[in-house]
């Protein structure tokens, strides 16, 4: 997979991205997002990124491009390529 390269003020855009793409189903519980939903419908906490996995790799399973445990991400993601760009670069760099 190719190495992706995302500008500091997309890094800066990502939490924004983040909250308007992403929390209604996934937390990052590092920096006190909650998901809003409950149930089947709520993804996992997203605060800690495997060292095996980068923005690049994100963005891959977010595109439906590549499975995570078998499965594709749902629902598809809306948002812009560079929001999700910005969204991958601020997990990654949540530590």
Do not use: N, Y
């Given at each position: ?16 991205a ?41 963005v ?9 445990s ?26």
């Amino acid at each position: 997979m190719a190495v992706m390269t995302v500008t500091p003020r997309a890094q800066e855009d990502g939490e924004t991205a983040f909250k308007a793409a992403c929390a209604r189903c996934h937390s990052v519980k590092a920096v006190e997002i909650e998901a809003t939903v409950s149930g089947r419908i709520r993804g996992p906490d997203l605060s800690t990124v495997e060292p095996d996995h980068d923005a690049a790799w994100i963005v891959s399973v977010v595109k439906q491009e590549t499975k995570l445990s078998g499965r594709q991400h749902r629902p598809p993601f809306r948002g812009t390529d560079d929001q999700l760009d910005a969204i991958a670069a601020w997990l990654v760099g949540l530590e």
